[in-house]
């Protein structure tokens, strides 16, 4: 753990509470960013704080980023935060150098582009900020294997989409593009080591969403007035706050303990009974919310469908429950005669690349 991290969650979350509001997220539906906020956070190293020293970075570690993209998610903040330092963690973990300027990544093996002597071909979508981005962070399949390759986009052919809350998911299309790097043949577990990573920064800005509809919520009650007195003083609304606070608390325990097995490199399924758990979460939160919100919930001129719009469609991208859930069941039934009860209470050592292991 660094011993920074209390200031720096400080300081960033004054930095979003002072500069991110409800009309500039609402950019993000006109097909606009914010790049002051990018440029304040870019000036101040917060893009690099999980960098280590020799590549140019602060030297923090993975709770400190995850924490940032926390209060990312709590503030729906209009920028490319999450892609471009996972894309950065990515390109360290495996050797390759870190691009200091927008970046986003793709991790699905679906969609994963082909590479032919060192050229990429191939099309893939929902692909975050990749219109605003300069750098592409993605899988690649060679004869060889699977890679994980960085490319300049500047050449791509990119068709605007986005998701339900409206942020940019686009289409990415190459036809013998050059690659700028290229890792070694990445093996299964590679692969699922970063799609645990991806899956643990998804926990965290949804955590953070989570966060911010509690408080949106709880605020909401003690405003409202019915019958002569603050809605939160009936015995129904409490019982929706005592829900809603109790899915929270979950929330962000989960996303804790996800962090620190991170840190103490004992991973044993904890991001995909995490992961499994947030799709509960989510559906409580998002209904109870809007229970108690009524109508005035999904208008424009309120803020809180800004909040479950973005947890609705994070659920569904990157590596999502069904992953999780084949890849726990997988488990399961290989454990499940007399080693299924140690195979749940073992810790484990993930797989490292090349000696590199979670930059904790």
């Known amino acids: ?42 000036e101040n190293e917060i893009t690099a704080v999980a960098i280590t020293e020799d590549n140019g970075g602060a030297g923090g570690d993975l709770e400190d980023l995850l924490n940032i993209v926390r209060l990312t998610g709590k503030y729906a903040a209009p920028i490319p935060f999450t892609e471009t330092t996972l894309a950065n963690y990515l390109l360290e973990l495996t050797n390759l150098q870190v691009k200091d300027d927008l970046a986003t990544y793709m991790l699905s093996a679906d969609q994963a582009y082909t590479l032919v002597n060192g050229k990429l071909t191939g099309e893939a979508s929902q692909i975050p900020w990749a219109r605003h981005s300069k750098y592409l962070v993605t899988l690649a399949e060679s004869v060889e294997g ?8 500047k050449q791509a052919e990119i068709t605007p989409g986005t998701n339900l809350a409206s942020e940019p998911r686009d289409t990415v299309k190459f036809n013998n593009l050059d690659i700028s790097q290229v890792s070694v043949v990445l093996s299964p577990d590679h692969i699922r080591t970063m799609k645990t990573l991806e899956t643990a920064f998804q926990l965290a800005r949804m955590t953070g969403a989570i966060d911010k509809i509690n408080d949106l919520t709880v605020q909401y009650t003690k405003e409202r007035e019915q019958f002569g007195r603050p809605i939160h003083r009936f015995q129904l609304v409490q019982q929706h706050i005592v829900q809603l606070a109790g899915e929270t608390v979950v929330a962000l325990a989960a ?19 995490a992961r499994i758990r947030f799709e509960e979460i989510i559906q409580t939160v998002a209904t109870t919310s809007h229970q108690v919100h009524a109508a005035i919930g999904t208008t424009h001129e309120h803020s809180l469908h800004q909040y479950t719009r973005r947890l609705w469609s994070w659920r569904d991208e990157g590596t ?26 073992e810790t484990k050592i993930p797989t490292t690349i090349e000696g590199v292991i979670f930059n904790g």
């Open 320 to 345: 999502n429950i069904s992953y999780w859930t084949d890849f726990v069941a997988t488990q399961l039934l290989e454990n499940s005669g007399d080693s299924l009860w140690a195979y749940l209470t």
């Open 255 to 273: 996303f804790n303990n996800v962090t620190d097995a991170l840190l103490a490199h004992c991973q044993n399924n904890e991001t995909a009974y």
């Open 146 to 153: 699977i890679h994980l390759v960085e490319v300049d986009l």
């Open 1 to 42: 753990m660094s011993d920074m991290k209390d200031m720096i969650v400080d300081v960033v979350e004054r930095m979003l509470k002072e500069n991110v509001d409800k009309d500039l997220v609402d950019t993000v539906e006109q097909g606009r960013w914010a790049p002051e906020v990018w440029n304040m956070f870019k």
